[in-house]
């Protein structure tokens, strides 16, 4: 396509002068040849005429018609000679020959002017024909100047001539003049081919090669013709090729050194991604096991000496520092689960107002002993959610809110926008500038506490807060003017009023005696087996501890009779995990017993792993309580069959965030 229109528009600026020329010059030519042509005819047609009314002056005077009859005739001789007719000065007809095809004119006999007419192919010429004056003999003049007289019109000369041979000569005329153009342009045709060739061949090369460098072909070169006219443009075209060339290669380099230099930065990353969370794991689970043991001991103590109005004073101190130590541990726990995956989200229709009630119990005493109002607008709005998830959530947020506004109020309530319920905390804390209002839902994150104080958390809140929403598709909004307070929103899809499940039963309907119930721990630490025992004890179970499953099924034989229920650690010693010690005791044993698996563990997969088992799970340092309502609920069904691999239960108040 290129190619043809270059080369058309080169045929077209050498072939357009030549038409115009040629054809100018032509019609000329046959306008010059085609005028001498018509004058030629029209003087000797004015020649015949004038010759006739010689002759016939002397038959018209004398009124000899045979005369004139015969010059007519002759007349006739004279080739393109039509017709010729004589009349006398009153219009009659004196003599005629030939076939006359123009009819005169009614006062044209009376005219002394020659006349003229074309009609039918015809040339008609109308000659007057006037007598002749004599000379008077100046001896018989008597000297007196006479007046001249008008010579008197004695008829009219009619010559008649064809214009068929002059057609004919005009016609040869112009099929000569077409042929000669016709001729000359297809010369020039040619010679402008073979020059627009010679033209346009390096045009389209060069249109071409630069089209090749526009998709990227920077490898392509015009041939440069040495001497040409466009010597300068194909030279000009390779250096700008060889330039770009040049160019693409360093960038191609440049983006493959950074590129491996980024990837080589992401791998560090990663790595030292992968030894944050190893150390962080191995730290959280050391730290967790003296933890664990430390809230049994305290816990036995309290029910041993709490009498002691001292004595009770410190356990309540050291209670409290233990639940601040464990609330870091589940903080770091939830980011673990979550980051695992291990959370799986139990979305149903429920009021929201099930989920503002427990948060205004849960935090109004603490806001009424920071000197703070605490308001909660309850709404009887439906939505769909995960009410665990959810309330998490509004805990995180609500307890942020308190924790930063030194004075004031926070506010809890819900705006319903097209079809989605947004649940707002309002706070007049001292604000979040713009600058870090996306940083506070990154990891240990925390603004205005530089000396890292414990008290106030490890900054994990929030970014709880972020990962829950991102798995329940909530987005979190944030309005924040420094020095006046933040606004945060939690956008939740509503529902159909009254759609929600039936709730389930609840756990304090199941019996809460343990007496006599054989429970067996399997825990390779010490100090944890001697507080689990002195715990399970003081609840009148019967005990069978040990550190291996050996060990275990020893005891387990001696007794002649099994457990009714198992808890076992999660890592055991010699690589064992508490996974494969309560398959290999249930094995053992012929019967599927409840098991309770106990875990300071926080990795990513050893969590799923956990996750998998379908085992209860609690993670260290473990509440009472918690243990406590889910040996409830194992002792209730031991006689049941166990739940089949993989599907994991969730106990509750436990492996929720």
């Known amino acids: 396509m290129i190619w043809r229109g270059i080369r058309s528009q080169v045929l077209v600026v050498a072939l357009a002068p030549a038409i115009v020329v040629a054809t100018l010059l032509t019609g000329v030519f046959l306008y010059g040849r085609v005028t ?127 214009l068929e041979e002059q057609t004919k000569l005009e016609r040869s005329l112009v099929a000569v003049g077409l042929l000669v153009t016709a001729i000359g342009l297809l010369f020039g045709s040619v010679l402008a ?24 072909e920077l490898a392509a070169r015009v041939a440069v013709v040495r001497g040409s006219p466009l010597q300068g443009l194909e030279e000009g075209v390779n250096r700008m090729a060889a330039r770009l060339e040049q160019a693409r290669d360093d960038l191609e380099r440049r983006i493959a050194e950074a590129t491996a230099e980024l990837r080589l930065k992401k791998e560090e990353a990663e790595q030292a991604n992968v030894a944050k969370s190893r150390f962080v794991a191995a730290a959280s689970h050391d730290l967790r096991q003296p933890m664990h043991a430390l809230g049994l001991f305290v816990d036995s103590l309290r029910d041993d000496l709490g009498g002691q109005v ?48 427990q948060i205004e119990v849960m935090f109004t005493p603490l806001a009424l002993e920071r000197g703070l109002r605490f308001s909660v607008v309850l709404s009887n709005a439906w939505i769909r959610s995960d009410p665990a ?81 991102r798995l329940l598709s909530h987005p979190v909004r944030l309005r924040s003017v420094p020095g006046h307070g933040s606004m945060f929103a939690l956008e939740v899809p509503c529902a159909e009023r009254g759609a929600g499940g039936a709730e389930s039963a609840p756990a304090d309907r199941i019996p809460d005696d343990f007496a006599g119930a054989c429970v067996a721990v399997l825990d390779d630490d010490a100090p944890s087996v001697e507080a689990m025992e002195g715990l399970l004890e003081r609840w009148k179970c019967v005990v069978i501890s040990a550190s291996s499953e050996a060990d275990l099924l020893r005891q387990i034989e001696a007794r002649g009779s099994g457990p009714d229920l198992l808890i076992s650690d999660y890592r055991l010693r010699g690589g064992r995990t508490g996974l494969l010690a309560v398959e290999r005791i249930r094995q053992a044993l012929g019967r599927q017993i409840p098991a309770i698996l106990i875990t300071g563990d926080t990795a990513p997969d050893r969590l799923i792993e956990a996750h998998a088992s379908g085992l209860e799970l609690l993670h260290k340092p473990v509440a009472p309580g918690k243990l406590r309502q889910l040996m409830r609920i194992g002792l209730a069904r031991r006689d049941a069959p166990s739940q089949p691999q993989g599907e994991a239960r969730v106990q509750p108040g436990d492996d929720r965030c």
């Open 193 to 216: 081919v073979r020059l627009g060739r010679g033209v346009s061949r390096p045009l389209v090369e060069l249109s071409q090669a630069v089209d090749r460098v526009g998709r990227g």
């Open 36 to 162: 001498d042509l018509s004058g030629a005819h029209q003087q000797r047609a004015y020649a015949l005429a004038r010759q006739l009314a010689a002759n016939a002056e002397f038959g018209l005077f004398a009124g000899n018609q045979a005369s004139l009859q015969m010059l007519a005739n002759a007349a006739m001789r004279e080739p393109d000679v039509a017709a010729v007719t004589i009349i006398d000065r009153d219009g009659e007809v004196l003599a005629r020959a030939g076939v006359p095809a123009i009819e005169l004119p009614a006062a044209a006999e009376r005219s002394a002017q020659r006349l003229e007419f074309d009609r039918g192919g015809r040339h008609l010429v109308l000659q007057p024909v006037a007598a002749s004056e004599l000379s008077v003999d100046p001896l018989f003049d008597d000297g007196a100047q006479a007046k001249p007289r008008p010579p008197a019109l004695l008829g009219h000369v009619a010559l008649e001539l064809s």
């Open 310 to 357: 001292r004595a009770r004073r410190l356990l309540d101190g050291m209670r409290s520092s233990i639940d601040a130590m464990t609330a870091m541990f589940d903080a770091l726990l939830d980011i673990s689960r979550l980051d695992a995956g291990v959370i799986v989200e139990k979305r149903s229709d429920f009021p929201v107002q099930t989920v503002l009630r």
């Open 389 to 469: 998830l959810l309330e998490r959530i509004l805990q995180n947020l609500v307890s942020n809110a308190i924790n930063h506004t030194r004075s004031g109020g926070v506010l809890v309530g819900c705006r319903r926008r097209c079809g989605v319920l947004s649940i707002q905390v309002w706070d007049t804390g001292p604000g979040i500038a713009a600058a870090h209002q996306q940083d506070i839902f990154q990891e240990f994150f925390q603004l205005g506490n530089p000396e890292r104080d414990r008290s106030k958390g490890l900054g994990l809140g929030l970014a709880i807060v972020d990962r829950i929403a």
